[in-house]
Structure formats: structure tokens, C-alpha cells
């Protein structure tokens, strides 16, 4: 079992930089794909990003080349980098880790606002 703790988020101005971490508990942290979901007011939870257990990663079209995602399989931690933020990346950002059998672990959710 995976428990996950994020930190970081907050309050920008459009065209700033925040950075979200990830604590991971647990020995199997490095066998799942982990990565970063967000979920605006009314809207469906969504994919931010995600690297798996062997480096790949994927990005969400809207955030490619504003944010990176990168694992330390020896800290357990994901971090997401986020520049030159925009209005509509406002959500809760949520930490998930997804083992090979499909069990999937959450954060409890970080606030990212961003002002225009």
C-alpha cells in the first residue's frame, strides 16, 4: 500500500511558478506509475501528468512544455514543476500512484490558484 502526502501549491499571478512535491510511504513505491491529476469547480478530474516505473512520461496537451514532472524513486517523491501558469490551471491538484495490478492510491489534494 502507497500513502501519499502533497505539499507546495497556493497563490500566483498568471505567468508564475509554483512547484507541487509528493511524499510517498510505503517499499513499493518505485513499481507503480505515479504522476499529478488536477479538478476545477464543476469539472471532471483530469491527467496533469504522469511518469512510470520505467521513466516514461506523459503530459496533458494544455500543460506540455509549461510543466515537468520528475520521480525520485530513492526519496519516494514526485514533483511537479509549474511555469508560466494560467488562470485555467486553477484546481486541486491531486498526487496518484497506480501499481501494475491497477490499485490506486490518492493524495488528499493541494490548492493551485491562479490569478489573471
Known amino acids: 500500500q502507497v500513502q501519499l502526502v502533497e505539499s507546495g501549491g497556493g497563490w500566483v499571478q498568471a505567468g508564475g511558478s509554483l512547484s507541487l512535491s509528493c511524499a510517498a510511504s510505503?517499499?513499493?513505491?518505485?513499481?507503480?506509475?505515479v504522476g499529478w491529476y488536477r479538478q476545477a469547480p464543476g469539472k471532471q478530474r483530469e491527467l496533469v501528468a504522469i511518469?512510470?516505473?520505467?521513466?516514461?512520461?506523459q503530459y496533458a496537451d494544455s500543460v506540455k512544455g509549461r510543466f515537468t514532472i520528475s520521480r525520485d524513486n530513492a526519496k519516494k517523491s514526485v514533483l511537479l514543476q509549474m511555469n508560466s501558469l494560467k488562470p485555467e490551471d486553477t484546481a486541486v491538484y491531486y498526487c496518484?500512484?497506480?501499481?501494475?495490478?491497477?490499485?490506486?492510491?490518492w493524495g488528499q489534494g493541494t490548492q493551485v490558484t491562479v490569478s489573471s
Open positions: 496518484n500512484a497506480q501499481s501494475g495490478m491497477g490499485y490506486n492510491y
Open positions: 510505503g517499499s513499493t513505491f518505485k513499481f507503480h506509475t
Open positions: 511518469v512510470s516505473t520505467g521513466g516514461n512520461i
